[in-house]
């Protein structure tokens, strides 16, 4: 009797720590900052397209549920439709896309309070009708919490990226988010320096916010450092017009940066 209980017991805990892949994907990266303006969602955006130029089928997940970026990044002004109860994601850039944003006005404030947050990622992620993907990339909102804390417990991640500056005040937050990934088993990639520099007129090299605080973080915490993305102009203006740099300027010198992340990613996930 005693043995029949223990089993269910365990049974019932393998249940609740069980976490559901994202069907139709083979490999969920999330992209992450504990800290609000470093980037991320520019970072998600051009990865994606980095990803999907290497032949490979993306989507992508914004899950930033008060603050959606995708619609503007790729310039989607459209809703999406649904079928047998699921909705259908929008296709931009052969890339496939969902976001609030998608479901709501632009000036339309998301007033919700943490169930209805945790509620609209279990769509997101259950209800999507997300088809034959090799990489779904999720743009996570800043900070630690519903959001976050959904993702890891309950969606198979397959791993995420944590983007950061260099500035003292945003790795505080940064630190944060990797205990956190830490504490909930969730494979960090590593870390990314975003806006780490850009070049004067005079062709010296400026570190505006700071120089060497994410890799000092990565071999803090031990984990890989990925490289650095400098500040570009062209980045943020094609971004506002609705398409990113890497499919404007493919050739750029920032293109080529995001390309050689994909090539890891490519490279760990998808050896054969």
């Not at 916010?209 to 500040?231: A, H, Y």
């Not at 570009?232 to 010198?253: A, M, Q, R, T």
Request: aromatic letters at 10%; glycine letters at 8%; charged letters at 25%.
């Amino acid at each position: 009797m005693s043995n029949e209980k223990t089993s269910f017991n365990d049974a019932s805990r393998r249940k609740r720590f069980e976490k559901n892949p994202i069907n139709g994907t083979k490999y969920t990266i999330a992209i992450s900052s504990a800290k609000g303006g470093v980037g991320k969602s520019t970072f998600a955006t051009n990865l994606a397209l980095a990803l999907k130029n290497l032949g490979l089928k993306i989507g992508l997940l914004d899950a930033d549920i008060y603050g959606p970026s995708l619609p503007k990044l790729f310039s989607i002004n459209q809703k999406p439709e649904s079928k047998n109860g699921k909705l259908i994601p929008i296709n931009k850039y052969n890339i496939q896309c969902i976001s609030m944003g998608f479901l709501t006005e632009e000036q339309t404030p998301m007033i919700w309070r943490g169930p209805m947050v945790t509620s609209a990622i279990k769509t997101f992620t259950q209800k999507v009708e997300w088809n034959d993907l090799d990489f779904i990339i999720v743009d996570m909102p800043p900070g630690t919490g519903d959001t976050q804390l959904t993702f890891a417990q309950e969606i198979k991640l397959d791993g995420v990226i944590i983007v950061s500056t260099p500035q003292e005040l945003a790795l505080q937050d940064v630190k944060r988010g990797i205990a956190m990934f830490d504490k909930l088993n969730v494979n960090i990639i590593g870390l990314v320096d975003n806006m780490s520099f850009f070049f004067g007129d005079d062709g010296k090299k400026y570190h505006i916010f700071g120089e060497g605080g994410v890799k000092r973080t990565s071999e803090e915490f031990k984990k890989d450092f990925l490289g650095e993305i400098p500040i570009n102009s062209e980045v943020g203006k094609f971004g506002d017009l609705g398409k990113p740099i890497v499919e404007s300027l493919p050739d750029h010198e920032i293109s080529r940066i995001y390309l050689k992340f994909a090539e890891k990613i490519k490279l760990s996930y998808l050896q054969d």
